[in-house]
């Protein structure tokens, strides 16, 4: 069992920056690709960016890359989202997950993670 908790969410400008934490429970978390998803209300959850287990591969959603960083410090058991250039679009509810790795490369389709956060909001102003 995995338990993420995530923070960092807040109200911002557009094109500032936020930079999301999610912690996790256990002595385990270099067993788990690692993935970062949003929501708004009314939509389906969207895939942002994840990380494999060592922190060498990430893969992006189109609509983040180059100005989100996702990275991993398995050794405070945490994963990060560094958003940059933030625009109204990016406000949503985001979510960290954990894939318990299966695979060489994460996953992007939320049905493959086993574990969620309970969510932390990002409002970006116009």
């Known amino acids: 069992q995995v338990q993420l908790v995530e923070s960092g969410g807040g109200l911002v400008q557009a094109g500032g920056s936020l930079r999301l934490s999610c912690a996790a429970s256990g002595r385990t978390f270099s067993s788990y690709h690692m993935g970062w998803f949003r929501q708004t209300p009314g939509k389906e959850r969207e895939f942002v960016a994840a990380?494999?287990?060592?922190?060498?591969?990430?893969i992006y959603a189109d609509s983040v890359k180059g100005r989100f960083t996702i990275s991993r410090d398995n050794a405070k058991n945490t994963v990060y989202l560094q958003m940059n250039s933030l625009k109204p679009e990016d406000t949503a509810v985001y979510y960290c997950?954990?894939?318990?790795?299966?695979?060489?490369?994460?996953?992007?389709?939320?049905?493959?993670?086993?574990?969620w956060g309970q969510g932390t909001q990002v409002t970006v102003s116009s």
């Open positions: 997950a954990a894939d318990r790795v299966s695979n060489l490369l994460p996953y992007s389709e939320p049905s493959k993670y086993d574990y």
């Open positions: 990380i494999n287990w060592s922190g060498g591969r990430t």
